[in-house]
């Protein structure tokens, strides 16, 4: 008996060493969201009233008393509440919210560049490849995360990526992942008879969008949101980017409203997951961006880091100061109710992908052991 009791022992404590087991999380599903270029200023902040008085600054178009009505609501707290009623009624209570660097909290990129391609990929892939130095349409040479995952078992062909952005199908190198890309100006097919997208199809060519690479993200949003109700994905990744392309022309008021729409999506989806069989209390939602901008007024409209020779033949980096901030969000099964976080431990960019592989219960960062990786953010796990 004495050596079946020492078997037991030594079983237990063998398994005991274990590491955590994916059953021990709740988490089946993971929708991922950006908003291009939102600055952890209004998330945190709201409106930036240093914009209200501007005479001979184009940071208004059309909007301008009836926005500072509706948005200046006189404090941080109900400022930014107006812009982001999803984000400060839902996930600030039951979710977690990071990067007000008021606060000690700090979330940073960590590739050089501090633009959207470089940023993309560190985000999917959880590398900060100095090699993707532009925003060219070339085929990312980077796994990312919705192409690893779509190996793994289980999760074959379970994947999907929505962007408003042409450039996604490279960001992503579509053609060799396997991951259905549907972003920029493609109309969106494979899903039958579906009556909405069919709509949204016939009016994408209609509408006119302001821009020549960048859909509105009402369209985007509206295929991702069909595709997530009736192909049921277990990583959706969707890219809203107006609020990118409205503050590099210098309209605050768009950039601000295209802000509170793409609030509005998210919490539509939301509200959809949690009424949902399949997705009900087993799905992490996480918000992020790409990068920052500028946190000056004559820079705001700007972010990106560029080498360049000046006259003299020295060598010279243009920079915008603070647009290497950005900000995180997350509510979920898997997470503790930390409201805005504070006095935290400054996170990174480059865990999100590794982040969103553990709430499916699975290691990510071991997948590249020959690049620095992102591990994930244990802080948004109990």
Avoid: C
């Avoid at 590398?127 to 349409?137: F, G, H, I």
Wanted: proline residues 5%; without cysteine; negative net charge.
């Amino acid at each position: 008996m004495k050596f079946f009791k020492l078997i037991i022992v030594a079983f237990s404590v063998a398994f005991a060493a274990l590491p955590a087991r994916a059953e021990e999380l709740k988490t089946e599903n993971v929708i991922l969201i950006t908003l291009d270029g939102v600055r952890w200023e209004e998330v945190f902040r709201g409106v930036d009233k240093k914009f209200f008085d501007q005479k001979d600054y184009n940071a208004y178009h059309k909007t301008h008393e009836a926005f500072k009505e509706t948005y200046n609501q006189g404090s941080a707290e109900k400022n930014r509440a107006a812009v982001f009623p999803f984000l400060w009624s839902t996930v600030a209570t039951k979710g977690q919210l990071y990067g007000n660097r008021d606060k000690g909290s700090a979330v940073s990129v960590t590739n050089p560049y501090h633009f959207s391609y470089p940023g993309y990929n560190e985000i999917l892939t959880g590398l900060p490849d100095p090699r993707v130095d532009s925003n060219d349409k070339v085929l990312n040479p980077n796994v990312n995360v919705l192409e690893w995952l779509n190996k793994q078992k289980g999760f074959e062909g379970r994947e999907a990526a929505f962007g408003s952005w042409d450039v996604f199908p490279y960001i992503l190198n579509e053609a060799r992942s396997g991951v259905p890309v549907n972003a920029g100006f493609e109309e969106m097919t494979g899903m039958g008879d579906n009556e909405k997208v069919a709509f949204l199809n016939e009016l994408q060519k209609e509408v006119p969008s302001p821009w020549d690479t960048v859909r509105l993200d009402a369209f985007t949003f509206g295929f991702a949101f069909e595709y997530l109700k009736e192909k049921a994905p277990r990583l959706l990744y969707i890219s809203l980017g107006e609020t990118d392309d409205f503050a590099h022309e210098g309209f605050y008021d768009q950039y601000v409203l295209a802000a509170h729409r793409a609030d509005d999506f998210i919490g539509r989806i939301w509200s959809w997951v949690q009424s949902d069989p399949r997705y009900k209390d087993k799905t992490t939602l996480i918000v992020t961006t790409d990068h920052g901008r500028g946190a000056a007024l004559e820079n705001w409209k700007h972010h990106g880091r560029f080498h360049y020779t000046d006259k003299d033949g020295a060598d010279k980096v243009s920079d915008f100061p603070g647009d290497g901030a950005i900000w995180m969000a997350v509510i979920g099964p898997d997470t503790p109710a930390g409201g805005e976080m504070q006095n935290t431990e400054e996170v990174y960019q480059k865990q999100i992908a590794a982040t969103a592989a553990k709430f499916l219960g699975l290691t990510y960062e071991d997948s590249h052991p020959d690049m620095d990786a992102g591990a994930p953010i244990d802080s948004m796990f109990k």
